[in-house]
């Protein structure tokens, strides 16, 4: 009963959480061979990070830079909101933070899985 | 394949057919009825923020013990919140702020999936009608070992990875394929 196991060597290779190597595009790209997709598209809703992870490699690609300076320049920076960031907490985190007991991922990076 | 936007557009049209074809309809919203453009000075609507503060303290004291909650709703006809309340748990980690405000940064998630569909709508070389694959050509070789078990990544447009439209799965974690398990496929 229940869900069948995953097999061996068919996990992602990467994933940016405790104990796992950060993915970069090539990671993500190459694992994306490994997995067959839900539904066809335009067919059926499925939250995908996966697919916002190929959107924030949409946004390098289309501007030639990286993702958190395209939101830095084109979205924080207009708004003025000095404490979003990517990439890690602001520095006025530690004093305006707020982080719940037993959190142990807050301060993490995601890599390609940022966006 | 953006057929669901091309709908969407038609049936638009046709809504706005319908009042003059029958009598008596009620008005569409919006243009006919105006926007309320001091909605802090209702009495109705201070009096429904005055209950929801008192639900709210209730149901923070009593449900609350780790987690803080900020909440604020803003009118853009107006400067100031409409509501702004902020919520500071008992049991508190001992990092960042002991005081939660309309300051307190947060760790969003996925509420940052707007920051890239806000850039890419904001950059006019990039259509939401666009093939994936005119970013990513790459994606292409991202192929599994028989058709059904592959993307067909040039029909995946930018409004269908905004719009989780795409078929992707939700993670990277594989799920076992459905038909090897039944034998069907390698």
């Not at chain 1, 335009?42 to 959107?55: D, E, H, M, Q, R």
């Amino acid at each position: 009963m229940g869900l069948p196991e995953v097999a061996k060597g068919t996990g992602p290779s990467c994933s940016g959480l405790p104990g796992t190597k950060l993915c970069n595009a090539t990671d993500l790209i190459r694992d994306m061979a490994r997995r067959p997709p839900i539904y066809r598209e335009f067919t059926t809703p499925v939250y995908s990070n996966v697919g916002y992870a190929l959107l924030g490699l949409v946004v390098e690609a289309a501007t030639n830079q990286t993702f958190k300076e395209v939101i830095q320049k084109s979205i924080f920076d207009v708004l003025g909101m000095a404490s979003s960031s990517f990439d890690g907490p602001p520095k006025s985190f530690a004093e305006k933070g707020f982080i719940p007991v037993k959190e142990s991922t807050w301060n993490l990076t995601l890599g390609a899985f940022e966006s | 394949m953006p057929m669901p936007f091309t709908f969407v557009v038609t049936a638009a049209a046709a809504v706005l057919a319908l009042p003059l074809a029958s009598a008596n309809v009620c008005p569409p919203l919006g243009p006919v009825l105006l926007a309320p453009r001091s909605p802090g000075q209702n009495p109705i609507v201070k009096a429904a923020i005055g209950s929801l503060k008192a639900t709210f303290d209730g149901q923070m004291k009593a449900q609350m013990k780790a987690s803080a909650v900020s909440v604020a709703v803003k009118s853009i006809h107006e400067d100031g919140l409409l509501f702004n309340y902020h919520f500071t748990p008992p049991t508190q980690s001992g990092l960042g702020t002991t005081n939660v405000d309309e300051d307190t940064i947060y760790r969003v998630g996925s509420v940052s999936k707007l920051m890239p569909v806000l850039a890419l709508l904001q950059d006019s070389k990039v259509s939401i009608e666009d093939p994936v694959t005119k970013y990513l050509p790459a994606l292409r070789n991202a192929k599994g070992s028989s058709e059904v078990l592959s993307v067909e990544w040039d029909d995946i447009t930018i409004g269908a990875l905004m719009s989780h439209l795409s078929g992707l799965s939700t993670d990277s974690k594989s799920p076992p394929n459905p038909y090897s398990l039944l034998k069907l496929l390698k």
